[in-house]
């Protein structure tokens, strides 16, 4: 009767373990699957961010190349603007040369207001 007993009992552990290693196995399973879903995963979000990061520099090149246009149209601006007051000043100039040199055959300002 005792090894009887004691029969059914190591089947019964044996049984136990035999379902914790089905299960062990089940677990183990779905992690190797989770793994290989986590690595297609990563491989395309790797392509992804290549992609991405590719078009980001582009982007980036060309804002920048904008910018540096801008810049420089803007102080070509600057210069034509500076160098027009310059040859207006010099104009000026010239202009009342002109009539300081020919004061007295020009009309005075009574004689042009009438």
Known sequence: KKVRAEAERLALYESELKKLNVKEAADVADLRYQLEEAQRDLVWLEKDFQTKEKAYTAAKAAYENAQG??????????????????????????????????????????????
């Open 69 to 114: 246009r801008k810049r420089e149209l803007h102080e070509n601006m600057c210069l034509l603007v500076l160098s027009s007051e310059k040859r207006k000043e010099e104009k000026l100039n010239e202009l009342m040369q002109r009539m300081e040199a020919n004061e007295g055959s020009s009309p005075t300002d009574d004689e042009l207001l009438g």
